[in-house]
């Protein structure tokens, strides 16, 4: 069974910072993408970051740019979303997802390009 799970999240001070990992089990594929998603009550699921799997090509909505960061040290590990400057409008609940697409690509960026998710961290920060 393919599971992803996310971590990290939490309640923070605007300014603060917090680390995301989405972990994940049973899952086998060469090429692939881990996309970050957030959604806000009463909002759609928005498309934060993704990462590729063969080359580590990345993006970032402008929502984010320059204030959070997507890693992971190899394929076997988490893969992690830093958030800095954290503002009150990022609070959401964070999901991570995975399928075979490329990043950066427009499926990369909204929830239909993605097969996987995990049941997401909820992120809070207060003003």
């Known amino acids: 069974e393919v599971q992803f799970v996310e971590s990290g999240g939490g309640l923070v001070q605007a300014g603060g910072s917090l680390r995301l990992s989405c972990a994940a089990s049973g899952f086998i594929m060469h090429d692939y993408t881990i996309g970050w998603f957030r959604q806000a009550p009463g909002k759609e699921r928005e498309g934060v970051s993704c990462i590729r799997s063969t080359d580590g090509s990345t993006y970032y909505s402008d929502a984010v740019k320059g204030r959070f960061t997507i890693s992971r040290d190899s394929a076997k590990n988490p893969v992690y979303l830093q958030m800095n400057s954290l503002k009150p409008e990022d609070t959401a609940v964070y999901y991570c997802?995975?399928?075979?697409?490329?990043?950066?690509?427009?499926?990369?960026?909204?929830?239909?390009?993605?097969?996987?998710w995990g049941q997401g961290t909820q992120v809070t920060v207060s003003s």
């Open positions: 997802a995975a399928f075979g697409i490329p990043c950066p690509s427009l499926m990369a960026t909204t929830p239909a390009g993605y097969s996987y």
